[in-house]
């Protein structure tokens, strides 16, 4: 008897410990075998599979009913396509260890390599899944399983794909190697495609594994095929911030190219030109070449000029042309150059398909942008378009393709062998029944109706492009099928009768006139290039001076004056705030445009108008704004931008400038600044210069019978031996284009038009700050100049200086 309890108990135990076995963990159970299990797994993990599999074989012989040994000999025999093998082996280890999920999870992935063997795969997943809730390989190759699914593979009720399954993944596991990855190819498909969700999945799987064989093209992908360029750019951005130099050449210029797809890049836009020009000048020789290429911008003089050029002149006429065109003097960057480089870039990646660099959809498109409308569509051969276009939103789209076709251009696609007319057709293109018309027919065949059911299968891809601004609709057409967009073949219309050859020379004389190919010739003769900046507000109206006065250390001064109405600030009631600040940039261009010196500030904060004033209001309250800064000499451009904070209205003008060099020891004499008033004071304040309050008066218009303000600085008066300065001061006020006398005594007889005032001055100091009131009760309205002429006694030299200014009628 106890000879039997003893057997009886040994046998419960050894049942025990082979439970045990079962469901310990593999790093456990793997010390018995070191020498054939571990070392195994150690060539696994180096892809030296071939080796691993002797190894796992051997460990199996050892002790068969080791489930790990099973399930790693299955793992080596996947990863050598070896999948019936596989699949044997998996099975074994889930005998041996039938609580113990991965047995179950490497019957799964190897079911799904298998025919008809995805409802096996799933029911082996599922299990280790109810094993294992956690274990994120389960579910990530779950969600495989619905993948790829044929519809006749479909189950009613069933996932449509693996999402659900691949989001649990990632939840369970936030680096895993390809959930993000799939997880993203379910957002990205049909029918019901969510783009923006497929971008993140594929942006977070390239974060979690930057060498995943696909994800970053299928990112790229998705960016390109929805113009998602803003979301792609802000993504990409943030790559860049966090990983800094580790990141890839690559992804910096997909950052690049996005952000200068997306026409968002206000804020950086400086350092996106200048990252451009980096990316540009990294380009093979051919690739940079279509980014400075002129030919799709220049006019035909500066074109030729610039084509028969070479070396440095060719560089300079490239860089002229572009700064002649920047839309916004005022900032170092060249806005509408950068915008070139966007619709390059964009005509690159959609234009290209049949032609380098890009077919006539991409000319067109460097030169005008983006249309207003663009319609792809498919037409038939011999068919018109009367039956193809759907209202867009846009009425004065669909004004422009209606008149098109009731009178202008209409559409046919074929092999441009002659057609004939036949009655309905006249009708319909003379503007009557504008119905569905498949009406043209070849004049070779007896029976137009017969002949075109037999060419139904003949379809042409078409494109409609509308640009409101300039009243035209171009169309495109693939005509041979491989990609290349031209404009349509010339047709030669016939008619079996009199009325229908009269009728057809009538429409191929409308047709040639409305062709599509002549009125893109027409509008590129007349404006070979065009682009309207985007501000981002509505326009900034103000009146500007710039006058130069000599700093301390004898560099010359900008003096900036402003007078901004108040009405365009809004008022409190809109929302945007109950103060603004004003953005102020300023920039001074060489006589080939180039930026030679720049600088910004800004002015504020303002309390906005507590209710809306009025632009035709009788005494427009007005903001009168000072400015200064530090510039080099010379003849400029002078361009200044103003920028409201809460409105976001811009204004931008320029001007030319003389600068004076105020470096000499000879006299000198700084520019003359006009004020509504000039009031000595002792008190500090944004006008004051030299103890003087100067309101300054930038628009330079009087009402007759206001006093003139002057205000000018003289430097290096000669000095006697008494100490004392000696000069004499003549004011002259001349009708524009009348020369000024700079002489008291040269006043003509009868001269009633020149206005003139003498005075004499001493004092004991080399620099004098000088200002006077001039009267203009006598002059009628209109445009004058005031020239000051300034005669140092002691030296015997003269200096002038002119400044030009309105009376207007109060």
């Known amino acids: 008897m106890y000879q039997i309890k003893l057997v009886l108990l040994l046998g419960l135990l050894g049942l025990s410990l082979q439970v045990s076995a079962q469901t310990r963990s593999d790093a456990t159970d793997s010390t018995t075998f070191p020498s054939s299990l571990e070392s195994g797994k150690i060539l696994y993990q180096q892809g030296r599979y071939d080796e691993a599999l002797a190894l796992f074989q051997q460990a199996v012989k050892q002790d068969g009913s080791s489930a790990p040994a099973h399930y790693w000999l299955g793992m080596t025999q996947y990863a050598l396509g070896d999948f ?80 659900a399954f691949f989001k649990k993944a990632v939840e369970l596991n936030p680096h895993h190697q390809d959930a993000y990855y799939q997880l993203g190819r379910c957002y990205d498909s ?29 990112f790229t992908n998705v960016c390109f095929r929805t113009e998602a360029f803003e979301k792609g750019a802000e993504l990409l951005w943030q790559l860049v911030e966090e990983s800094g130099e580790a990141v890839t050449d690559e992804v910096r210029s997909l950052q690049l190219q996005f952000s200068l797809l997306s026409g968002s890049t206000e804020r950086q836009l400086n350092q996106l030109q200048e990252a451009l020009e980096t990316y540009i000048s990294s380009l093979d020789s051919d690739e940079r070449a279509v980014f400075r290429d002129l030919s799709h911008v220049a006019p035909p003089e500066e074109l030729k000029e610039w084509q028969n050029a070479e070396g440095s002149e060719r560089d300079a006429l490239w860089q002229a042309f572009w700064d002649g065109r920047d839309s916004n003097p005022a900032t170092v960057e060249n806005e509408r150059l950068v915008e070139h480089y966007r619709r390059v870039l964009y005509a690159l990646n959609h234009f290209s398909e049949g032609q380098h660099p890009y077919d006539r959809r991409g000319e067109i498109y460097v030169r005008y942008g983006t249309p207003d409308d663009r319609r792809p569509f498919l037409m038939r051969r011999l068919e018109t378009t009367f039956s193809v276009f759907q209202p867009s939103a846009n009425p004065a789209v669909d004004a422009i393709r209606e008149r098109n076709m009731r009178s202008g251009y209409v559409l046919r696609v074929g092999r441009g ?40 299968g003949e379809t042409y891809k078409e494109e409609s492009w509308v640009y409101v601004p300039h009243n035209i609709e171009l169309y495109f057409v693939d005509q041979m099928g491989g990609g290349k967009f031209d404009y349509p073949l010339q047709m030669i219309y016939e008619g079996g009768d009199p009325l229908g050859v009269i009728t057809g020379f009538k429409l191929m004389q409308r047709f040639d006139t409305h062709h599509p190919q002549r009125v893109a010739a027409n509008l590129i003769a007349e404006r070979p290039e065009e682009y309207l900046h985007d501000f981002g507000g509505d326009p900034l109206e103000y009146a500007f001076d710039v006058v130069s006065f000599r700093a301390d250390d004898g560099a010359t001064e900008l003096d900036l004056s402003y007078s901004i109405p108040v009405w365009q600030f809004g008022d409190v009631s809109d929302g945007r705030g109950n103060s603004t600040r004003l953005e102020h940039q300023v920039t001074l261009r060489d006589s080939t445009m180039s930026p030679a010196f720049t600088h910004t500030f800004g002015f504020g904060p303002f309390d906005r108008p507590k209710r809306q004033l009025a632009e035709t209001q009788v005494k427009v309250p007005v903001y009168t704004l000072p400015g200064s800064v530090v510039a080099p ?57 030299k103890g003087l309050n100067i309101v300054p008066n930038p628009g330079r218009l009087y009402p007759s019978g206001q006093l003139v ?20 001061t003549l004011y002259e006020i001349t009708p524009m284009g009348m020369p000024a006398l700079r002489n008291r005594f040269a006043r003509p007889p009868g001269d009633i038009q020149t206005v003139m005032s003498f005075f004499e001055g001493e004092g004991d100091s080399s620099e004098e700050a000088e200002y006077t009131a001039l009267d203009t009760t006598d002059l009628e309205a209109g445009e004058y100049v005031l020239t000051v002429t300034l005669t140092d006694r002691h030296a015997g030299t003269s200096v002038t200086k002119s400044v030009n200014f309105m009376v207007v009628k109060p």
């Open 633 to 689: 000499p010379g003849n400029f451009t002078l361009a200044v931008q103003v920028r409201d904070e809460s409105s976001q209205r811009t204004g931008v003008y320029r001007k030319p400038v003389t600068l004076s060099d105020y470096r000499g020891r000879g006299l000198l004499i700084s520019d003359l600044k006009l004020a509504n008033s000039i009031t000595p004071t002792t008190n500090p304040g944004p006008f004051v210069r």
């Open 417 to 456: 062998d002659p057609v004939a007319l036949i009655d309905e057709e006249i009708m319909q293109l003379q503007g009557f029944d504008l119905g569905s018309v498949d009406l043209w027919a070849s004049s070779s065949e007896g029976d137009p109706f017969g002949l075109l059911k037999r060419l139904v």
């Open 709 to 728: 303000f002057v205000y000018y600085e003289v430097y290096n008066l000669a000095i006697d031996d008494a100490g004392r300065t000696s000069y004499e």
């Open 84 to 163: 019936r093998e596989a699949l044997s082996s998996f099975r074994k280890a889930t005998l041996q260890g039938k609580n113990w999920a991965p047995g179950y999870i490497g019957m799964g992935k190897t079911y799904l390599k298998l025919k008809n063997r995805k409802m096996d795969a799933r029911n082996a997943l599922r299990t280790a899944i109810r094993l294992d809730p956690d274990n994120a390989d389960a579910q990530y190759h779950l969600g495989m399983s619905y993948m790829n699914v044929k519809k006749v593979d479909a189950i009613v009720g069933s996932d449509r794909d693996g999402r």
């Open 190 to 218: 049909f029918p019901k495609p969510e783009y923006g969700n497929a971008m993140e999945a594929y942006f977070n799987q390239y974060l979690v594994n930057p060498d995943h064989d696909r994800t970053f093209e299928r």
